[in-house]
């Protein structure tokens, strides 16, 4: 993910205003209407491995999906809220999901 479409725990992520919240079995995601760019956050807890390395692969293979995404999603913030560890996934079921999820969304 770049740098560029990243949200920062600064403020970004604690102060966010009411959203519209799309659920899964994998994941929720919040979305945000944005003006200007488009960002994106995940999160995974430490409740779904507490294996670094795992939670890490998860949001790295979540990230990838987004990124191959985000032409699509200007002019929102998305968050993702990790329920399931993803790290046995391949990157094409996370993608393929969260566009699932995002055509709920309409």
């Known amino acids: 993910m770049a740098k560029a479409t990243r949200l920062k725990i600064d403020g970004s992520l604690r102060a966010v205003k009411p959203g519209k919240k799309v659920r899964s079995d ?15 956050a995940v999160t995974v807890s430490t ?9 890490n692969r998860t949001r790295r293979l979540v990230a990838a999906a987004i990124s191959s995404l985000a032409a699509d999603l200007d002019g929102y913030n998305l ?10 996934f391949k990157s094409d079921q996370v993608r393929d999901e969260i566009l699932k999820v995002l055509s709920k969304r309409q």
């Open 47 to 55: 409740q779904i491995s507490k294996k670094a390395t795992r939670r």
């Open 79 to 88: 968050i993702f809220r990790i329920k399931k560890d993803l790290s046995e």
């Open 26 to 40: 994998l994941f929720d995601i919040l979305i945000y209407p944005n003006k200007g760019k488009t960002g994106f």
